[in-house]
């Protein structure tokens, strides 16, 4: 599964579609439709109840529907524990942080868990202001959020 996005104009202007949904790009990556930009939730790895998703880009308010909706269909297809590899995500605001809680809180109510990896810097600080960092389990690198196997300690966030 992969997901890549373009926009043409400032403001949401015509959505243009490629393998998928489109949405907000990112900055300084070429697409095959010569955009400077791309947004991007690829599944990388699918392994007994673990999958390991790439997102790349900005997760905020333009695209946090489809990646709501991309974690959900692989709760929905049995995945328990999901890692997100955070190396190319530049931006994460509010909205991106409740997409995270939100998939968090359903892979809890199915005895599941929601790891961050790689996650910079600025976006650690920003999970420690909110309080977040004791909800998702964070890792230096995605092998180590695979091989791990921590139980969640935290209920949900209502």
Known sequence: MS?????????GGAWRHLAGLRCRPL???ATALGSEHEWRFEVVLKSGGTAVVEVAGEIDLRTGAMLRQGLFELTDQGFGRIVIDFASVRFCD????????????????????LALARVRSAQRRLLDVAGLDRLFSLYDS??????????PTTAPLG
Not at 3 to 11: L, Q, S
Not at 94 to 112: E, K, Y
Request: glycine share 16%; hydrophobic share 35%; proline share 2%.
């Open 94 to 113: 509010a909205a991106g942080l409740g997409v995270l809680v939100s998939v968090q809180n359903r892979l809890r109510r199915q005895g599941g868990t």
């Open 27 to 29: 900055a300084g990556v």
């Open 3 to 11: 997901w890549y996005g373009h926009e043409n104009g400032r403001h």
């Open 142 to 151: 995605v092998p180590d959020a695979v091989r791990a196997e921590q139980k």
